[in-house]
């Protein structure tokens, strides 16, 4: 059988303040840099867009995990909580 489907989103951006939530300075200017069908590939994704701004202190990118927006009665079993 087949691993379910964990749909996880990559977004990314310039924030207004490293204080408090996150919060972007321009949301119009938002990186949605991909969906992933689980956390690892999601990752991947993170960890080289994050890797490729670590120059700017105010920029960050975020793994959402749209399984759990989309379903949120699943477990969420094999998946990594960060």
Same mark, same amino acid.
């Given at each position: 059988?087949?691993?379910?489907?964990?749909?996880?989103? $990559? !977004?990314?951006? =310039?924030?207004?303040? &490293?204080?408090?939530?996150?919060?972007? %300075?321009?949301?119009? %200017?938002?990186?949605? $840099?991909?969906? *992933?069908?689980? *956390?690892?590939? @999601?990752?991947?994704?993170?960890? @080289?867009? @994050?890797?490729?701004? $670590?120059?700017?202190? &105010?920029?960050? *990118?975020? !793994? !959402?995990?749209?399984?759990? &927006?989309? #379903?949120? =009665? &699943?477990?969420?079993?094999? #998946?990594?909580?960060?």
């Amino acid at each position: 059988m087949a691993d379910k489907q964990l749909l996880h989103l $990559v !977004i990314g951006g =310039e924030l207004k303040s &490293l204080q408090g939530a996150p919060e972007f %300075k321009d949301p119009s %200017k938002v990186d949605l $840099v991909g969906a *992933y069908s689980g *956390y690892e590939p @999601a990752l991947l994704a993170w960890r @080289a867009k @994050a890797q490729a701004t $670590v120059d700017n202190a &105010l920029m960050r *990118y975020f !793994i !959402i995990h749209a399984h759990r &927006l989309l #379903d949120p =009665e &699943l477990d969420g079993e094999g #998946d990594h909580k960060h």
